[in-house]
Each structure stands twice: as C-alpha cells, then as structure tokens.
C-alpha cells in the first residue's frame, strides 16, 4: 500500500507559481512511477508530469517549459513546480504513484489538491 498526500493547491493569478507537494508513505525507492494529473470540469484526466523511470521524466506539451517535477528521495516526497501559469491551468491535481508487487502493477491516488488560476 502506498498513502499519498498532497499539498499546496491555491489560488493565484495568472503568470503567478505555486508549489505542489506529494508526500508518500514509503520509501519512493520502492515506487516504480510517480507524479501529477489533473482534470479540469468536463474534461478527462490529464498526465501533467511524472518520474517514469529511475530519473526519466515526462510532460504535457501545455506545460512543457513552465512546470517541473522534482523530488526529495530523503522525505518520499515528489513536487511539481508550477511557473507562468495560466486560466487553462486551473484544475484538480492528483498524484500518483505506480508499484509493482507480486500481482503486477497498483496505481495509488492522491486525494487531489485545487489550483485556480484567474486572469
């Protein structure tokens, strides 16, 4: 089992940052992916960035340049640095996490964290 909590949603305005946080409740050495969706009202959910792979990293075209995904092994915890953003990029972030145990591959959920932007 692994517990994800996020943390450092908010409101801000346009070309503003915020911070997002996920913290893990084991070592992310033993997760295999981890990162952040998102999803908008009306729309389907999203990969924003994720750690695929050992270091390899992963992005949306829409954010490519302006958002990056980072983390701490030390503290399990992996952040999505969010800069110049924009009204489109107003939505519910999960985390997530990928683990392969003895049944194969469990994705685990964060419980999601707003983000508003205003023009």
């Known amino acids: 089992q692994v517990q994800l909590v996020e943390s450092g949603g908010g409101l801000v305005q346009a070309g503003g940052s915020l911070r997002l946080s996920c913290a893990a409740s084991r070592s992310i050495f033993s997760i295999n992916a981890m990162g952040w969706y998102r999803q908008a009202p009306g729309k389907q959910r999203e990969l924003v960035a994720a750690f695929i792979s050992g270091d390899s990293t992963k992005y949306a075209d829409s954010v490519k340049g302006r958002f990056t995904i980072s983390r701490d092994n030390a503290k399990n915890t992996v952040y999505l640095q969010m800069n110049s953003l924009k009204p489109e990029d107003t939505a519910v972030y999960y985390c997530?996490?990928?683990?392969?145990?003895?049944?194969?591959?469990?994705?685990?959920w964060g419980q999601g964290t707003q983000v508003t932007v205003s023009s």
């Open positions: 997530y996490a990928d683990r392969v145990d003895g049944l194969g591959t469990r994705r685990y």
